[in-house]
């Protein structure tokens, strides 16, 4: 057992060291001859799972589109404007009130030149934005030379950076903290994971094994101790035999392919329409195999193949029994471990390794729990029809979360198949469907008689109808804050009670006077939310704040922030936030975004030699730098001399919490006098 172990730790630390690596873009160039001294500079960006970024736009009041300037060389000319080779993904955003366009995976971008001399190069100066589902990096930048020589053939002519330009701004200030927002999703699929490996447990072909297994390595063991180190064994291998294949294989594929790869193949994955409509009709074939339609089963040869050599000696012959486990249930389980896998594939690389593991885990810990007290073996239940009800309701489950992808590739695509009446109309069926399942009106094929209804499925049954009755004026409308990760959005519904006009959180900022009694910097084009007052430029603010007397209240945001929006539409615009912020703070917002360029005495130079010039750039170097976040929103209460009051609060939609917040950060603030 001590080599095995210390056979796996290479693997293992391997794996974690695999998972470090930059989240930005990586930019690459190829030149392609035309003839006639003419040449198509392509561009092209790998954006890293889960990771979109913004095509060209325009977009006047909208998000950071991305910007592309080339500077030709001598002897070389621009011929047009800058081309999108990649189609981008265009779809209304509620936020912005405009349509928009994404990349996902990879973009690419072209201009064509012509070539006077004999060689020479172009200069590619290149600004984005990455946005995922919970915050946005802070805009990044490169500028990428790129040389021409005549009679070039496609992909010979390599593009360089030059040795100031990074790629990520994380090289040069502190390590970056992952804001808090982008961990939600992860640990709701963790969770999830573990309620599946639980419920496997309950399925007809594991949970007679439990107490068969358990009692074999009691009674063969020789002693109670060995049986219960032989039980932890037994439980190691199957955790192994479901984390460690998948992790292999996507270990390999990033060692081989490198982030790039693996980004390309987790966002395809994620996004495109073709594993996302063959994940939905996977899902609805698990479904039929539940509700008893067929079974699917590993090949015969292979289970008695493993069978045979569990009787040997040692671990050899625990780890094929895990394995003939594995293998026998696969009935059960081979449905909940592809909807485990398939459901994290939208995560970052890591993803389905943590979840397996988790799933694993939970359905190896009856194996060993029950091996270390046997006594609690007589308190389990007596296999019977129960188990086969279990597996129905899975189903049923299945044909729900099933939707999903369906209406991912309906949304990405703008099919305009499964609008979200349609996918709620489902799920109410559903739902309404596996409600009178529970009540005993609906019966399949290997059901067994139920003479009169237990207190347990009534209860589930009310649980049903109660999430039913919660659905249906979805139908009209109704937001459904609690499933809004499930459904497509509110735009796509044809129909809505009272619909009106977007509440919106803009407005023209109040104006106050800086100590000297001049408007505050920038305040000519950024403004706060719902009238308040403030500042844009953090000097001007600590001045200010220190002659008033107040704490200050740091805003780092961004234009393009999806969620500093809906932070300040759903939490700012609370009255007891808005009473607080207005009366007991001085507020400063710093843009991350923001293109303006300020005059060269505030320009700032990096410990790296580059010099930031934009105030967009300026503020994303400070939070970075100071702070160690590159996402937004991110709200930093800073007392006297600089000092920060309270630990800082990133995306959180909880009004009472973000108010706590505000006030501990005033408490403090008196404390220091």
Not at 548 to 572: Q, S, Y
Request: proline letters at 6%.
């Amino acid at each position: 057992m001590y080599k095995l172990i210390r056979s796996l730790l290479p693997v293992i630390a391997a794996l974690f060291a695999a998972t470090a690596g930059a989240q930005n873009a990586d930019w690459k160039s190829t030149v392609e001859p035309l003839g006639d001294n003419a040449y198509r500079i392509v561009l092209e960006a790998a954006i890293p799972a889960p990771y979109h970024m913004y095509d060209m736009g325009p977009y006047e009041g909208g998000p950071n589109a991305t910007a592309i300037v080339f500077t030709p060389g001598e002897g070389v000319a621009l011929e047009g404007g800058v081309e999108q080779l990649t189609t981008p993904d265009r779809h209304y955003d509620k936020t912005f009130e405009m349509e928009i366009g994404t990349f996902a995976g990879k973009a690419r971008f072209a201009q064509r030149v012509k070539l006077s001399v004999p060689e020479s190069s172009v200069k590619a100066q290149i600004e984005w934005m990455l946005c995922d589902d919970t915050s946005c990096m802070p805009p990044d930048d490169t500028e990428l030379t790129i040389a021409i020589p005549a009679g070039a053939t496609p992909g010979n002519a390599a593009a360089t950076a030059p040795a100031e330009s990074e790629k990520a701004p994380a090289a040069e200030v502190a390590p970056v903290q992952k804001d808090v927002a982008g961990s939600g999703s992860l640990w709701a699929l963790i969770i999830e994971a573990i309620l599946w490996g639980f419920a496997a447990l309950l399925t007809p072909c594991v949970f007679p094994m439990v107490p068969m297994t358990v009692s074999f390595f009691m009674k063969s063991a020789g002693s109670p101790a060995m049986g219960r180190i032989r039980a932890g064994a037994y439980g190691f291998f199957i955790v192994a035999l479901y984390t460690l294949p998948i992790a292999a294989i996507i270990l390999i594929t990033r060692v081989l392919g490198g982030d790039a790869v693996t980004a390309d193949i987790f966002n395809w994955l994620a996004t495109h329409w073709l594993p996302n409509v063959l994940f939905f009709l996977v899902f609805m074939v698990f479904a039929a195999s539940f509700f008893g339609a067929f079974e699917i089963t590993m090949p015969s040869w292979m289970v008695n193949k493993s069978d045979s050599k569990a009787d040997s000696k040692g671990l050899a012959g625990i780890f094929f029994m895990a394995l003939t486990l594995v293998l026998v249930s696969f009935s059960c389980t081979g449905p909940i471990v592809g909807s485990v896998l398939i459901k994290s594939t939208a995560g970052e690389f890591w993803t389905p390794i943590i979840t397996m593991l988790a799933f694993s885990l939970a359905f190896a810990l009856p194996f060993t729990l029950f091996a270390f007290f046997p006594a609690m073996l007589k308190k389990l239940p007596k296999s019977g029809g129960w188990l086969n009800s279990v597996k129905v309701v899975l189903g049923f489950i299945e044909v729900a979360l099933g939707m999903k992808f369906l209406s991912v590739a309906d949304q990405t695509y703008h099919w305009g198949l499964l609008d979200r009446e349609i996918y709620l109309a489902v799920w109410i069926v559903t739902f309404s469907l596996l409600g009178l399942y529970l009540l005993g009106k609906i019966k399949f094929a290997h059901d067994s008689d139920t003479p009169y209804l237990g207190v347990g499925r009534l209860a589930l049954a009310i649980i049903t109808f109660s999430f039913v009755v919660y659905l249906i004026p979805g139908m009209w409308g109704a937001p459904l804050k609690g499933l809004s990760g499930y459904l497509p959005p509110l735009h796509t519904q044809d129909f809505v009670i009272g619909q009106g006009a977007p509440s919106s959180t803009g407005g023209d900022a109040r104006m106050l006077l800086t100590v000297d009694g001049r408007k505050p910097k920038h305040s000519d084009f950024l403004h706060l939310p719902h009238g308040l007052e403030g500042f844009f430029d953090l000097k001007e603010a600590e001045a200010y704040a220190a002659k008033v007397g107040k704490p200050l209240f740091i805003d780092f945001t961004g234009h393009g922030c999806v969620n500093c929006r809906e932070m300040e539409a759903r939490v700012w615009s609370d009255p007891q936030v808005l009473d607080i912020l207005r009366n007991d703070y001085v507020i400063v917002a710093l843009f991350s975004d923001d293109k303006k360029v300020l005059p060269e005495d505030e320009w700032v130079t990096t410990d790296s030699g580059k010099v930031l010039k934009s105030l967009g750039k300026i503020n994303s170097h400070y939070a970075l730098k100071t702070f160690g976040v590159n996402a937004q929103p991110y709200y930093v209460l800073q007392g006297r001399d600089g000092k920060t009051l309270v630990p800082p609060r990133g995306y959180d939609l909880s009004i009472p919490g973000f108010v706590e917040f505000l006030r501990s950060g005033v408490e403090a603030y008196k404390n220091q006098q």
